[in-house]
């Protein structure tokens, strides 16, 4: 249905336009005859120019709430984050963060197979043994070759350095435990057993350890070889009943521990006493921490894949493939042969 029709609505109808319309008064050029009047045109009138109505002041000025902050015509519109830029912001530095780990790990990485091709092309000459580190002027050289960073994978780093951190502690305490032992026999001269004693713990003990569980645990992270973590489990496992008779302190037996602690203070040697208090302390942490790694390693080595049927190929291989058993396997059998065909 059409609207109905308004008269405001038709442009011909605003007073402009009417005023200038065509009357008797007023010609325009559309009606002008030259042949009309002598060709005197017609007089020009004036038009009258009503003034426009002023807008009403409620227009002119913005609608402003009491209270509210005027916004600058230059000034950026805030649209509104919703928490966007903070979020950004923590998944940019958690990026980078990674980014940065990456690259570390790619650089190590890089350094060691550099290395261990270096290794090979050059034989032993590049891996000379550096462990003891020792002077240069000393006459007794380094025995083995030790770096962790490059021998040991890097998820397997870690236990490593524990390990060999916690021989370092078990050397060190059971040098606190002969001067411990020292000075129990200066107070109480029937205590020299213990001294003595306290002297072969400190002599066999310190290298044996060394070689006989922290070298194959090394060699079994080294290469994952199933028979090292064998002698290693094995080793390790009388050490740590060793470790736990230490911090005992069975009297006689050349360990400080808590027996002859507590007995050297209920005699009254308050000094000695304190000194072997605290070794006491040191071979109970010592016993602690070597069964908290024994069960941490033994984990890992479930995961590996080994095995005791691995074990026994590995063995066997090592035993075959030393040239002095071949040379003797050998000459048994030559000789054995020899035997068999003699009348």
């Known amino acids: 249905m059409a609207a109905p029709y308004n008269e405001l609505d038709n442009p011909f109808q605003d007073p402009a336009v009417m005023e200038h319309r065509p009357t008797t008064q007023y010609a325009t050029l559309d009606v002008y005859n030259p042949f009309d009047n002598l060709g005197v045109p017609p007089p020009y009138h004036e038009p009258s120019v009503q003034p426009a109505a002023p807008l009403p002041a409620a227009t002119l000025q913005p609608t402003v709430t009491p209270g509210a902050k ?34 570390r790990k790619a650089e190590e990485l890089d350094r060691r197979e550099r290395e261990l091709q270096n290794a090979a092309l050059s034989g032993s000459a590049l891996r000379q043994n550096n462990w003891p580190p020792l002077p240069s002027f000393c006459p007794v050289r380094p025995c083995f070759y030790q770096d962790i960073s490059v021998d040991i994978p890097q998820e397997f780093q870690k236990t490593v350095s524990i390990m060999y951190y ?59 070889s199933s028979f090292n973590f064998f002698v290693f489990f094995f080793i390790y496992f009388v050490q740590d009943i060793v470790y736990v008779l230490e911090a005992v302190g069975i009297p006689g037996w050349g360990f400080s521990g808590w027996i002859v602690a507590l007995g050297t203070l209920r005699i009254g040697h308050t000094a000695a006493a304190v000194f072997m208090i605290i070794v006491a302390l040191l071979l109970t942490a010592t016993a602690t ?13 479930r995961r590996t894949g080994a095995s005791f049927q691995k074990a026994q190929e590995e063995f066997a291989a090592g035993v075959f493939s030393n040239p002095a058993v071949r040379t003797a396997a050998t000459n048994v059998a030559a000789g054995a042969a020899q035997n068999a065909f003699k009348p």
């Open 70 to 103: 005027k916004q600058s015509p230059t000034e950026p519109k805030n649209y509104g984050s919703y928490g966007t830029q903070e979020s950004t912001a923590a998944a940019t530095a958690d990026l980078l963060r990674r980014q940065e780990e990456l690259n």
């Open 166 to 224: 916690l021989w370092l502690v078990s050397a060190g305490t059971l040098l606190l435990n002969f001067l411990a032992c020292l000075a129990l026999f200066c107070v109480n001269g029937s205590e020299g057993s213990t001294f003595g004693m306290s002297i072969l713990w400190a002599i066999i003990f310190t290298p044996c350890s060394f070689v006989c569980w922290y070298r194959p645990l090394y060699k079994a992270f080294r290469s994952d």
């Open 289 to 301: 921490m070597g069964i908290i790694m024994l069960k941490r390693i033994h984990s890992i080595y």
